[in-house]
T-cell receptor, first 112, second 110 residues
Framework: KAGVTQTPRYLIKTRGQQVTLSCSPI?????VSWYQQTPGQGLQFLFE???????NKGNFPGRFSGRQFSNSRSEMNVSTLELGDSALYLC???????????FGPGTRLLVL | TQLLEQSPQFLSIQEGENLTVYCNSS?????LQWYRQEPGEGPVLLVT?????EVKKLKRLTFQFGDARKDSSLHITAAQPGDTGLYLC??????????FGKGTKLTVNP
């Protein structure tokens, strides 16, 4: 069974640009969560989607948004990029809520 | 507010040594998970503990959940270079989002 896949794996952008990251969950998994990981703050929760509905949202500005499609694939978008948005963005999927999360390899975003 | 505190933040040891890392909170969790993350990869789940006082063993790794379900420890016996990585603990409360600690970065030198 294929794991969680994230594209792209690496991305370099400049301040003010926007970026869209993609996550394909494990087949049959309906929940997708997004996290931002930085050395200083660790893993911080961005948002969680289940059956195309946002269930939870972390404490991030409105520049961070996401969505989930009917096939459970998810995208997150960051607009007006700032230097501090440089991080590893991780996606995790679950078959059902409160079950084990499986993480993808992440997208490493560098904002110059 | 960091609800889960992990210590130590960094640990560098020689192959064959034993070590313990800690995950502490002032809050009660219904479950606690430990992950290992290697460079360039996402975290991989090692174990989930759900009962106060529970001890689980995974080869050379021993996980313990505190009696009050507020803290946990991970003990590694005879560490090997392959154990190198970032160890993360995460607390869960039902269907609420997981809360992660900042991790312990372990380096095992050959």
């Amino acid at each position: 069974k294929a794991g969680v896949t994230q594209t792209p794996r690496y991305l370099i952008k400049t301040r003010g640009q926007q970026v869209t990251l993609s996550c394909s969950p494990i087949s049959g998994h309906r929940s997708v969560s997004w996290y931002q990981q930085t050395p200083g703050q660790g893993l911080q929760f961005l948002f969680e989607y289940f059956s195309e509905t946002q269930r939870n949202k972390g404490n991030f500005p409105g520049r961070f948004s996401g969505r989930q499609f009917s096939n459970s694939r998810s995208e997150m978008n960051v607009s007006t990029l700032e230097l501090g948005d440089s991080a590893l963005y991780l996606c995790a999927s679950m078959r059902r809520l409160a079950e084990t999360q499986y993480f993808g390899p992440g997208t490493r975003l560098l904002v110059l | 507010t960091q609800l889960l505190e992990q210590s130590p933040q960094f640990l560098s040891i020689q192959e064959g040594e034993n070590l313990t890392v800690y995950c502490n909170s002032s809050s009660v969790f219904s479950s606690l998970q430990w992950y290992r993350q290697e460079p360039g990869e996402g975290p991989v789940l090692l174990v989930t503990v759900v009962t106060g006082g529970e001890v689980k063993k995974l080869k050379r790794l021993t996980f313990q959940f505190g009696d009050a379900r507020k803290d946990s420890s991970l003990h590694i016996t005879a560490a090997q270079p392959g154990d190198t990585g970032l160890y993360l603990c995460a607390g869960g409360r039902g269907s609420e989002k997981l809360v992660f600690g900042k991790g312990t970065k372990l380096t095992v030198n050959p």
